[in-house]
């Protein structure tokens, strides 16, 4: 390229072909400022003379700076300029872009601090000629990154760097390319990481170029960093399934073997023989040599009386629990495994913020979490950047246990100070760091440092955090521990106030959330705002802050007062979600709950922002009390839609789908091929009850141990009518809700009726001869059929679980006859005539109740007719006859046994009971017996 077009130290930069490769060039720290000098550059960051007027608007507040950049682009785009090809332009133009993104990210992400004043090189010298101009500039620009009311962190630095990047690699883009579109992604995520909360506006964009990336033609390498950058896209946004999927296919295309297992060791110094640890063991397809010189932050000690530094694993012979594994990992010596490539590892770490963002909360994925950052920081990365990374994946997992807790926080504030320290610059003295920032650690020594070309080259892959929420995720965990003060000094520092209230209002210091607030928003009554009894309590302000949406929503939730919650939507612009999700709770705690107040504004919420998954569940509970179930339907199909694993989601679609009342669909129509006649396709009476069988057993399938859900699918499954019946679903129901609750209800978690059913359905449909196979037992009915399954219900689940059922004891009789073993049959009739008298004895004999006198009369008739007298007289099942000689009876005096019941029952009953009705019976039954 010419010398009269590039300077030297450009020439062969905008030679790289930017469609080579997913990941468009790296520039280093030498290229950025020639950049922003070049004469293409000046024109549209607004040094030209010919600017001035533009530029005035700006210094007024008139105008946008992002959007003058990006009309400049496009206007320098229309002509030729200084000699160049309109490939020429487009390239310095992208180039430009990704320069300023990187020192954006240098600047506020990474380190170390920037060789240069961002405000000098980049915006025109009347945007900054003093420091009150300056600010207002930067104010503006950030105020501009407001997306659907979610405002960008007021103080953010070097804010212009940013607004240069979403100008010329977002607005003034309309290239196809996957450099393109790769750069609108990255930069749309960055806007949105930069907000308060997901923006559904940027969410779209963002989710439209991965669907193009998705589709376009990748190699190996380019395709692996894609998905795991969309899985780190798909976790910040809420979608964890989709994120583990792309991971999974990530370490399919690397060929990179990992797997969670357990290896024998010791966990803690007084263990004195090895148990089984969880680990991740893992090695890359192309694996670095140990000689690599690895780096990172201070990995701090952690000292504890009981726990190891680090697992020790017995050695790979003595470890039992590795058969699992592939041949290459059971290679892997898990106290000395080899150092991951970077994309290996930061796909371990992806996986771990997978793991958490779903319930960190929980203690068996906090267990499961670990082990991949343990991965990643015993084995050494030999990347700055994703070291330091894994170092704050351990911080935020070991912060909720007792003995790593102090190791976890001070790991956390060294990661601050470390960040703070490497991205804090002055602007008046560009090439000086600021006044040394003070920091709560000994400052990190320059070994512990690395230069911003290897910080940055991995970052896309990692689920970065800006300095400023690093910082406020730090003052989070000081409120967790109690370090109140501390929090609050950390959130005041930086002027986050809606924290710094939301601190007071946990602590049940409502009033000083309330005035911290309302200064923001209100003028003060008195004379003075410094006085401290001022309650903020004039006119709003005539300049509203950026966040004043989410400040008012705050103070509605103080002050309970839905007129807070419309203005935050109104000045808004109607765009800000979040008012009208605090609204409808508002109306919901009122009593009565307004719910179609709290309806309408759970609509106007997810106009806005349809992505919203919680709204579309709350909102389809909203529905189901005003028993508008089609509408439930429709918005519990968008929640699972959204989150495939919300259990709560899938149970609620099932109840609105089986008490909705639409229409069946009409029976198709369809062409007989050979005959060309119409045919009616039959449809299913069914359908609705299937439909909500199908979202329960998923439910189930989310929430294995929650018995509610396994009684509904019992219930909706045993509703559909033999032989429609889904007799698997009721048969696993009902052992799975015995399992849960067996030990603690006992016999009443069997649904009786439903029981009944499978048994009827047992005893009629099937003859039992032809279900018996042969096996090593002789002949027995396969299990892995519906009477198989039955049998082994009743078997292995029913009757261990009997006490006082009688009506249970007679349908296990039922089972034992249809298997002709009548011996085992009248066995279950005597233990239900046995449970009837006990649980009716006092109220029959002592008492004097009629009712339970006549339920031990009924239990008696049929223990002798249906009992005694049916089964005493059959042969034996297990005493056949041999050699001609006569069969072995059930019961050889039945006769006796049933006359010494009938005599029993009628010597306890002769008080009460003497020539009553149920008396007269049992004297017929005697006589039936007799023969009398």
């Not at 590795?322 to 992806?350: F, H, K, M, R, T």
């Not at 709560?648 to 091929?673: F, H, K, Q, Y």
């Not at 239900?832 to 002592?846: H, I, L, M």
Request: proline residues 5%.
């Amino acid at each position: 390229m010419a010398e009269s077009v590039y300077p030297p130290t450009l020439n062969g930069v905008f030679d790289a072909p930017l469609n080579a490769r997913y990941d468009p060039v790296r520039l280093t720290s030498e290229h950025i400022v020639p950049i922003f000098k070049l004469p293409l550059a000046r024109k549209v960051l607004g040094h030209d003379a010919s600017d001035s007027e533009a530029v005035a608007k700006i210094v007024n507040s008139e105008s946008s700076y992002t959007t003058f950049v990006a009309d400049q682009a496009r206007a320098v785009l229309q002509t030729a300029r200084d000699g160049l090809t309109l490939e020429q332009i487009q390239s310095q133009l992208v180039h430009i872009g990704l320069a300023a993104l990187f020192s954006f990210l240098q600047s506020n992400v990474t380190g170390p601090p920037l060789d240069f004043n961002s405000a000098e090189v980049v915006l025109p010298s009347s945007l900054r000629s003093n420091t009150a101009t300056l600010r207002a500039v930067r104010a503006k620009i950030i105020r501009d990154l407001s997306v659907d009311g979610e405002a960008a962190y007021k103080l953010t630095p070097n804010s212009e760097l940013f607004s240069v990047a979403k100008a010329l690699l977002v607005d003034a883009s309309n290239d196809a390319s996957v450099p393109a579109k790769t750069a609108r992604v990255r930069v749309n995520f960055l806007h949105q990481k930069m907000l308060s909360e997901v923006t559904s506006t940027l969410q779209d964009e963002i989710y439209k170029d991965l669907e193009g990336l998705a589709k376009a033609e990748l190699d190996v390498e380019e395709r692996g960093r894609f998905l795991l950058e969309r899985a780190i896209i798909n976790t910040h946004h809420g979608f964890d399934g989709k994120a583990r999927a792309d991971l999974d296919q990530a370490s399919q295309v690397r060929n990179f073997e990992f797997a969670l297992t357990g290896k024998l060791g010791k966990r803690t110094k007084f263990q004195d023989r090895d148990i089984s640890q969880l680990v991740v063991v893992a090695k890359s397809a192309d694996e670095t040599p140990k000689s690599t010189e690895l780096s990172g932050p201070k990995n701090l000690d952690l000292n504890d009386d009981t726990l190891l530094e680090a697992i020790s694993f017995a050695d790979k012979k003595s470890s039992t629990v590795s058969d699992e594994l592939s041949a290459g990992l059971q290679s892997v010596d898990p106290n000395d495994q080899p150092i991951l490539n970077p994309v290996d590892s930061a796909i371990l770490l992806a996986m771990a913020s997978a793991i958490t963002n779903t319930a960190p909360e929980n203690g068996l994925t906090r267990e499961e979490t670990q082990p991949y950052a343990t991965r990643v920081l015993e084995g050494g990365s030999s990347n700055w950047q994703i070291y330091t990374e894994a170092l704050l994946v351990r911080s935020r997992v070991e912060g909720f246990r007792s003995r790593t807790v102090e190791r976890s926080v001070l790991q956390l504030q060294a990661l601050v100070d470390q960040v703070i320290a490497d991205t804090a610059t002055d602007d008046s003295a560009a090439q000086q760091p600021s006044s040394d920032p003070t920091t709560f650690l000994p400052r990190p020594e320059k070994s512990e440092s690395a230069p911003a070309s290897d910080r940055l080259e991995y970052i896309w892959l990692m689920n970065f955090s800006t300095r400023w929420n690093l910082e406020a995720e730090l003052a989070k965990r000081w409120v967790e521990l109690g370090g109140l003060r501390t929090a609050l000094e950390i959130y005041e520092r930086l002027q986050m106030w809606a924290e710094a209230a939301l601190c007071y209002a946990a602590t049940e210091r409502e009033a000083k959330a309330r005035t911290m607030v309302r200064r923001q928003l209100y003028e003060a009554k008195g004379p003075s705002e410094d006085d401290e009894n001022e309650q903020f309590e004039g006119p709003e302000r005539s300049t509203l802050p950026a966040d004043a949406p989410r400040l008012f929503c705050i103070l509605g939730d103080i002050e309970k007062d839905e007129k807070l919650y419309e203005r935050a939507w109104d000045i808004s612009g109607q765009r800000y979600s979040r008012a009208q999700r605090s609204l409808a709770r508002h109306y919901l705690g009122l009593t009565p709950p307004e719910l179609e107040k709290a309806e309408a504004a759970y609509r106007k919420g997810l106009h806005v922002n349809r992505l919203n998954q919680s709204s579309w569940f709350a909102l389809g509970c909203v529905q189901l009390e005003l028993q508008r179930f089609e509408d439930a339907v429709e918005s519990f199909t968008r929640t699972v839609q959204l989150d495939d694993t919300d259990a709560e989601g899938w149970s609620n679609l099932a109840v609105a789908t089986l008490r909705s009342t639409a229409p069946e669909p009409t029976p198709e129509v369809e062409i007989d091929e050979s005959t060309g006649e119409e045919v009616v396709k039959e449809t299913d009476p069914h359908k609705r009850k299937r439909d909500a069988l199908a979202a329960l057993l998923r439910a189930a399938q989310l929430k294995h141990s929650e018995a509610r859900i396994w009684d509904n699918v019992l219930t909706v499954a045993a509703s559909i009518p033999p032989p429609a019946t889904p007799f698997r679903d009721v048969i696993t129901a009902q052992k799975r809700i015995i399992e849960l609750l067996g030990e603690k209800k006992g016999e009443k978690c069997i649904d009786l009726p439903i029981l009944s059913m499978l048994v009827d359905f047992l005893v009629t449909a099937f003859d039992y001869d032809s279900l018996l196979i042969q096996s090593g037992d002789g002949l027995v009915v396969r299990t892995g059929t519906i009477p198989g399954q039955i049998i082994s219900l009743v078997d292995n689940n029913i009757v261990p679980l009997i006490t006082h059922s009688a009506a249970l004891w007679l349908l296990v009789s039922r089972v034992e006859m249809f298997r002709n073993r009548p011996s085992r049959a009248l066995d279950a009739h005597e233990k239900a005539w046995r449970a009837t008298v006990a649980a009716s004895a006092q109220g029959a004999f002592q008492m004097g109740d009629e009712k339970p006198w006549m339920a031990v009369v009924r239990a008696t008739e049929k223990l002798v007719r249906d009992g005694y007298a049916r089964y005493g007289p059959m042969d034996h099942e297990e005493q056949k006859a041999e050699g001609g000689a006569e069969a072995e009876m059930v019961m050889r005096d039945w006769r006796f046994k049933a006359r010494s019941a009938v005599r029993g029952i009628m010597g306890k009953g002769k008080e009460f009971w003497e020539d009553s009705e149920g008396w007269e019976k049992l004297k017929e039954l005697q006589s039936e017996v007799t023969g009398n």
